[in-house]
């Protein structure tokens, strides 16, 4: 029997799920190490709470506020290891499948942030900023190497 729908043909091997010879296989010691200048920012800032908000006296938003930080760099590594999953399998990420990711992963991190933040208000809020700040810095590490590639071209 033939196909009655016109088309190209498709070859037994495009249909099949691979993962690609060029791209290294994907695992939370190789995300780690990529990511080291960023996790060594993210520990510096974690250190940097404690110097600036101890000296305050401020103990326990000093460490929600690390811990914001901590949750930020999970994140983050999260982030990556999904997406080094996603590139070595070939397949193809769908703008559903990259939106469910996204938003599990969100939602996740949200209602951490935000059930810490009132079960240790007013301190709790230290959790907050640190997410905010990790997020900051990360965002402009990313940024940097981007800018410099533009200029380039």
């Known amino acids: 029997m033939t196909d009655p729908t016109p088309g190209p043909a498709v070859d037994q091997a495009d249909t099949q799920p691979s993962t690609r ?16 200048k960023i996790i060594g920012v993210g520990v510096a800032m974690m250190v940097a709470c404690y110097w600036v908000l101890g000296q305050l006296g401020e103990w326990e938003t000093a460490t929600l506020t690390a811990a914001g930080v901590g949750l930020g760099l999970v994140n983050q590594v999260a982030t990556e290891l999904w997406l080094a999953k996603v590139i070595s399998s070939g397949d193809e990420p769908t703008r559903g499948r990259i939106a469910a990711s996204t938003i599990t992963r969100l939602v996740l991190l949200s209602a951490v942030a935000v059930t810490v933040a009132v079960l240790y208000w007013p301190s709790g809020v230290g959790l907050l900023l640190g997410l905010a700040l990790f997020r900051l810095i990360a965002l402009v590490m990313t940024g940097i190497p981007l800018l410099k590639e533009l200029k380039k071209a």
């Not at 010879?21 to 994907?26: F, G, I, L």
């Open 21 to 36: 010879p060029d791209v290294p296989r994907p695992s939370l010691l190789r995300v780690l190490r990529d990511q080291r």
